[in-house]
């Protein structure tokens, strides 16, 4: 009796052991896999993400060419508030600009769904767009150094034309870059604890 359950549980411990082994090797070979897609994804990405800031930047160049004088010396002077009124409105433009980046590219998971990561990088195209020109702005106000200021700087519409016209215009544009993005945090803020309070069930009364 003994002899024959040795025998009988031989070939069920055997028939167990090797389908193990051949699931073992069959998930290696898959983390192995998705460890090599993951890091072509990551690769596509960073490639992707390289050619979009060189084709801001050329396109920044061009822009800040073809329209960096218009903006300040045309638009602003005309601009409610004038000059500092123009400052004030690129000040509380700036933060919904970058938090229209950040917010859906932490949305995005490469590695997972590249897919649905794809449309997130999308989304972020406008806050893109938003920024850039808001950065044209910026760097079409921003005067240079005393050893580089030529006759074209003080030509209507350059940044020594616009110093001269506004000489505090940093002031407002930055105390309403500020104030946008303090406001917005807290607004953000009590969004979220409502939402939390919302979602949180209410407690049992006590018998």
């Not at 002077?77 to 690129?90: K, L, N, R, S, V």
């Not at 195209?125 to 700087?153: D, I, N, S, Y």
């Not at 607004?187 to 018998?207: E, I």
Request: hydrophobic residues 45%.
């Amino acid at each position: 009796m003994g002899s024959s359950r040795r025998r009988a549980a031989g070939p069920a411990l055997r028939y167990e052991h090797v389908p193990g082994a051949r699931t073992s090797g069959r998930s290696g070979k898959r983390k192995k896999k998705g460890a090599e897609e993951g890091e072509r994804v990551s690769w596509g990405f960073g490639i992707l993400m390289f050619l979009a800031v060189l084709a801001v930047a050329v396109l920044f160049g061009l822009a800040d060419l073809a329209w960096g004088e218009t903006l300040w010396g045309e638009v602003a002077p005309g601009w409610p508030g004038g000059g500092y009124g123009f400052a004030i409105t690129i000040g509380l433009l700036a933060p919904p600009a970058v938090a229209a980046i950040i917010v859906p590219l932490t949305r995005a998971n490469w590695k997972k769904e590249p897919v649905r990561s794809a449309g997130w990088a999308a989304a972020a195209l406008p806050g893109v767009a938003l920024t850039c020109l808001l950065l044209l702005l910026c760097f079409g106000a921003t005067r240079p150094k005393r050893r580089r200021r030529g006759p074209e700087c003080f030509a209507h519409g350059e940044p020594c034309w616009v110093h001269e016209q506004y000489p505090y215009l940093w002031l407002p544009g930055v105390a309403a870059a500020v104030f946008c993005a303090v406001a917005g945090g807290w607004l953000v803020l009590q969004y979220v604890k409502r939402r939390r309070a919302a979602l949180t069930p209410p407690g049992t009364a006590a018998p």
